[in-house]
Antibody
Framework: QVTLRESGPALVKPTQTLTLTCTFSGFSLSTSGMCVSWIRQPPGKALEWLARIDWDDDKYYSTSLKTRLTISKDTSKNQVVLTMTNMDPVDTATYYC???????????WGQGTLVTVSS | SSELTQDPAVSVALGQTVRITCQGDSLRSYYASWYQQKPGQAPVLVIYGKNNRPSGIPDRFSGSSSGNTASLTITGAQAEDEADYYCNSRDSSGNPLVFGGGTKLTVL
């Protein structure tokens, strides 16, 4: 059974750096074709893809946010970490991590974690 | 702004058929995936690839594609199908993934 769970602060101040951790089970990120992505959704708005890390450690970032994002993995702990610098109130959103199987796409999602950016 | 365009809202009478569309240049080369999202819940994959349903997704959901448009069809819409639907695919500007703006489906 594949599960993913996001963890991190619920509240961050403007200009701070956000660090989110995705802890997953039921698959290995060292298996060929497996990837993990981060996606966010501001309240009442659409989904926005942020970043992806692959089984071979290739990394991809949203072109509009790439200067602020870093994604990394710890295969031994089954964790993927996303950092986003210089947080702003417009970054208030529910942040999801999700598994990507390259033959399928995003097939499993975490429950999401709401991050509010406010002073 | 998204490079995949969806109608913001669509409605369908209970038991009727509805088509939700997604337009974008990248869809000429890549299939779209479709996700259903109900309020307060994470999205759920309903269609991927040419026309594949994950286990547990009812067969009233189907997908198709023509030119730069991908479509999700619900044949015999049920009350529980009322939700937001998002398409995603690759895009043509360097992102390996992009989402459409979402379509809110109302079942009347």
């Amino acid at each position: 059974q594949v599960t993913l769970r996001e963890s991190g602060p619920a509240l961050v101040k403007p200009t701070q750096t956000l660090t989110l951790t995705c802890t997953f089970s039921g698959f290995s990120l060292s298996t060929s074709g497996m990837c993990v992505s981060w996606i966010r959704q501001p309240p009442g708005k659409a989904l926005e893809w942020l970043a992806r890390i692959d089984w071979d450690d290739d990394k991809y970032y949203s072109t509009s946010l790439k200067t602020r994002l870093t994604i990394s993995k710890d295969t031994s702990k089954n964790q993927v970490v996303l950092t986003m610098t210089n947080m702003d109130p417009v970054d208030t959103a529910t942040y999801y991590c999700a598994r990507i199987h390259l033959n399928i796409g995003i097939d499993y999602w975490g429950q999401g974690t709401l991050v509010t950016v406010s002073s | 702004s998204s490079e995949l365009t969806q109608d913001p809202a669509v409605s369908v009478a209970l038991g009727q058929t509805v088509r939700i569309t997604c337009q974008g240049d990248s869809l000429r080369s890549y299939y779209a995936s479709w996700y259903q999202q109900k309020p307060g819940q994470a999205p759920v994959l309903v269609i991927y690839g040419k026309n594949n349903r994950p286990s547990g997704i009812p067969d009233r959901f189907s997908g198709s594609s023509s030119g730069n448009t991908a479509s999700l069809t619900i044949t015999g819409a049920q009350a529980e199908d009322e939700a937001d639907y998002y398409c995603n695919s690759r895009d043509s500007s360097g992102n390996p993934l992009v989402f459409g703006g979402g379509t809110k489906l109302t079942v009347l």
